[in-house]
């Protein structure tokens, strides 16, 4: 079969042409691949190599005969440095000293030494068949120790590369016997096989590798972020645990605190001076506002802490005991609630009734001097099994820069003006809120009024 050499190196120019965009594709989009570069290094150089002999009817011969040489031979320079970077060695040297000795035999061979093409031919395959098989062997090594399919693919590629190189090499020997069985075949159609094989051989071979390492990053990467939740989890934990024995360890002390300072404020007011029943005045409200606060925090904390199996529970009920345990605040405001059309949710009814408890109070605490207090709650199913209850006000309103903040512990607005609260309450409602799988938001607009808005899984599907 005769075939012509230029056609067939354009057919190898263009796969490595390819093969180098899909490489410098991956590199861009996945930098983090280890040996992606090499491999779109070593295709590039392929390409500028193979396309040299397909072109060197149009080049000068040593321009073309330079390029191909020295592009071919890094080309598979970063085959062999890329064959080790994936197999987790550190590459540089080794590679270095492989290449450069592989390079320099064969560079004496074809300058120096023979001027016959087959001779050349035979120094050449044999050069690269030897780094092939010194490469497996690393590769081989490392398998033992690390059974992943990346090394097994790298192994049969460089079996395969190294067969190939010495099939080559044997056949292009000028014996008789050997030319009478490929009689049919010229040299070049060899040359070629032995490059195709290579390249197909190649091109597999990395693809596996690719492959096979994304798959290991993926799973690392999945690997890590579980470690990372379960250690999140476990100091969250900790700090839960942490409140919750401190706040419950302080509140004996303190409340001896104000016990008495409230019994010196009985028995010596009036009997001091008015500096002192003022100092004393100051220690019972602050120890009461302490109290209050470290009660809060003991809530807080109890909400992740108490075994509650998550079971159907009717809004309308929770609603009914919120507006009742606020029943003072509500008529001293004078305040209209309406309540629509309420589902049924998975939730739990303590901690239900404290979410609207806590909404609905800040809207009877926030609410304007300008007009009279209007509170809406209302339902609506959305597109998935959830139901968004809107809760809504026409108070003085939350500027948009503190509609995240305001969901922290203790995290208050205005408390000067609006002394009564601790700034948890929001934290809590979002707390419960989380704890039943929903999500809490607000839209609000100053001087104007605030919805509160939160979701819980519908309680008549999973019933
Ligand atoms: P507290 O009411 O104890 O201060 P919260 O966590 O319940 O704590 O609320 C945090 C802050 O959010 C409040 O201090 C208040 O400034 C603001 N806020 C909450 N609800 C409303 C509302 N309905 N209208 C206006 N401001 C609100």
Request: charged share 20%; net charge neutral.
């Amino acid at each position: 079969m005769q075939l012509d050499i230029s056609t067939l190196f354009f057919v190898l120019g263009g796969v490595s042409i390819l093969a180098c965009g899909f490489a410098w594709f991956l590199y861009f989009n996945n930098r983090h691949i280890r040996g992606v570069k090499a491999v779109a290094l070593s295709s590039s150089f392929f390409a500028i190599g193979f396309s040299a002999i397909a072109l060197r009817a149009f080049l000068p011969a040593w321009l073309s005969y330079a390029a191909a040489n020295i592009a071919i031979f890094y080309g598979y320079a970063f085959v062999l440095y890329g064959v080790l970077i994936f197999s987790g060695r550190k590459a540089n040297l080794q590679i270095l000293i492989l290449c450069g000795a592989a390079y320099g035999i064969e560079y004496v061979y074809y300058l120096f030494v023979e001027d016959n093409f087959i001779v050349r031919l035979i120094s050449y395959l044999t050069t690269y068949g030897i780094i092939s098989i010194i490469t497996f062997a690393i590769i081989v090594f490392d398998y033992q120790k690390n059974s992943s399919r990346a090394y097994l693919a790298a192994s049969i590629f460089l079996v395969v590369l190294a067969v190939s190189f010495f099939i080559c090499a044997g056949i292009s020997i000028p014996s008789e016997r050997v030319k009478d069985i490929f009689s049919k075949t010229s040299i070049n159609a060899l040359v070629l096989y032995e490059q195709i094989i290579f390249v197909i051989g190649w091109l597999i071979s990395f693809t596996l590798m690719v492959n096979e390492r994304l798959l290991l990053e993926r799973k690392s990467a999945e690997l890590a972020l579980i470690d990372k939740n379960n250690e999140l989890e476990r100091s969250n934990l900790d700090l839960e645990q942490f409140a919750y024995v401190s706040s419950h360890d302080l509140q004996t002390p303190l409340r001896n605190i104000v016990r008495f300072s409230q019994l010196l404020e009985q028995r010596y007011k009036g009997r001091l001076d008015s500096d002192a029943d003022e100092f004393i005045g100051f220690i019972v409200h602050g120890g009461k506002h302490m109290s209050e606060l470290i009660d809060d925090l003991l809530q807080y904390a109890r909400i992740n802490k108490q075994p509650l199996p998550p079971h159907p529970v009717q809004a309308r009920e929770a609603i009914e005991h919120a507006i009742g345990n606020l029943k003072y605040e509500r008529e001293e405001a004078g305040a209209e609630i309406d309540v629509g059309e309420m589902p049924l949710v998975i939730a739990d009814p303590s901690l239900l009734t404290s979410v609207f408890q806590n909404l609905f109070g800040n809207s009877l605490k926030y609410r304007s001097p300008d007009r009279k207090l209007r509170l809406s709650v209302t339902a609506k199913r959305d597109s998935s099994d959830h139901w968004v209850f809107a809760v809504a006000d026409n108070g003085i309103g939350i500027e948009p820069q503190y509609h995240e903040k305001i969901f922290e512990i203790f995290q208050r607005l205005d408390p000067i003006s609006h002394a009564e609260g601790t700034g948890i309450g929001l934290a809590l409602c979002r707390r419960i809120v989380h704890r039943f799988g929903g999500t809490i938001w607000l839209k609000s607009e100053p001087g104007t009024g605030t919805t509160f808005f939160f979701t819980l899984q519908d309680g008549s599907v999973s019933t």
